[in-house]
């Protein structure tokens, strides 16, 4: 089966303590990895922003109108898009590109339902393996062996 996305990161932070779009906004863009150490101008979290808004206006935009808005090069635009397009929170649509779905929840709700088709496909493949290595299946409650 192939999924949306190549590559989530997902890091747990604090929340802000006082409500402000911003500061909510940077947590929720630092939630879904959107920040690294090399990004010092947080350039992935700046056309983030200018994607939101786009999907207010359900507007699709290039890498030209991309860096326009947030006076990034047109090559650093590729680059982040390239990791948010691989992390599953952007699609593009021939040279444009927008939010994977129309908001900000339906967005976690998604990347939720990829996630969690990968975590059964890792269970199947955690039991057969199991069952081939002959390694025993513990009740979780009370520790004792299962035999099937």
């Known amino acids: 089966m192939i999924y949306e996305f190549r ?11 006082k409500k402000d779009l911003n500061a909510d906004l940077q947590w929720f863009s630092e939630s879904l990895g959107l920040f ?14 200018e ?3 786009s999907a207010r206006r359900r507007q699709l935009l290039s890498s ?3 860096a326009d ?13 390239s990791h948010l397009i691989e992390s599953g929170l952007v699609a593009q649509y021939e ?3 927008m939010l994977r779905v129309e908001n900000l929840e339906t967005l ?19 039991q057969e393996l199991d ?6 299946k513990r009740d979780k409650k009370s520790s004792k062996v299962i035999s099937d």
Request: hydrophobic share 35%; glycine share 2%; proline share 1%.
């Open 7 to 17: 590559k989530v990161t997902l890091i747990k932070t604090r929340k802000p303590q």
């Open 36 to 49: 690294s150490q090399r990004d010092k101008e947080r350039s992935c979290f700046r056309i983030f922003v």
């Open 51 to 53: 994607l939101v808004k």
């Open 64 to 66: 030209d109108d991309l």
């Open 69 to 81: 808005k947030t006076n990034l090069t047109r090559g650093t635009i590729i680059h982040h898009i």
């Open 95 to 97: 040279n444009k590109y």
């Open 108 to 126: 976690i709700e998604e990347l939720q339902r990829d996630l969690q088709r990968v975590f059964e496909d890792l269970k199947t493949m955690a």
């Open 131 to 136: 069952d081939q290595l002959g390694l025993l």
